[in-house]
């Protein structure tokens, strides 16, 4: 059974920093494509950076120089490292593998809230 399970949301201040991780279970990690997505409040989950299992990077505009995408293969673990965040970086974020462009599966979710 594939289990996604991000950790690490919480209240930041703007310009604050969080770190999200998301851990993997059931699937063999370093055969996918680990994303972020963000679904926030009365809008469409949008994708925030994805990495592929060769390393190929996707960013959104809105977080390039402010997000950093990594994973950690032996760990089943991928991060999203969370810089300079405001208040519209505020949404539930959700972690999402893809093997293949044909099989996927989403974690649950972890809230992130930019406010002061």
């Known amino acids: 059974q594939v289990q996604l399970v991000e950790s690490g949301g919480g209240l930041v201040q703007p310009g604050g920093s969080l770190r999200l991780s998301c851990a993997a279970s059931g699937m063999t990690f370093s055969l996918y494509t680990m994303g972020w997505y963000r679904q926030a409040p009365g809008k469409e989950r949008e994708l925030v950076e994805s990495i592929a299992s060769g390393g190929l990077e996707n960013y959104a505009d809105s977080v390039k120089d402010r997000f950093t995408n990594s994973r950690r293969d032996a760990e089943n673990t991928v991060y999203l490292s969370m810089n300079n965040l405001k208040p519209e970086d505020t949404a539930i974020y959700y972690c999402?593998?893809?093997?293949?462009?044909?099989?996927?599966?989403w974690g649950k979710g972890n809230l992130v809230t930019v406010s002061s």
């Open positions: 999402k593998g893809v093997l293949m462009n044909s099989l996927y599966y």
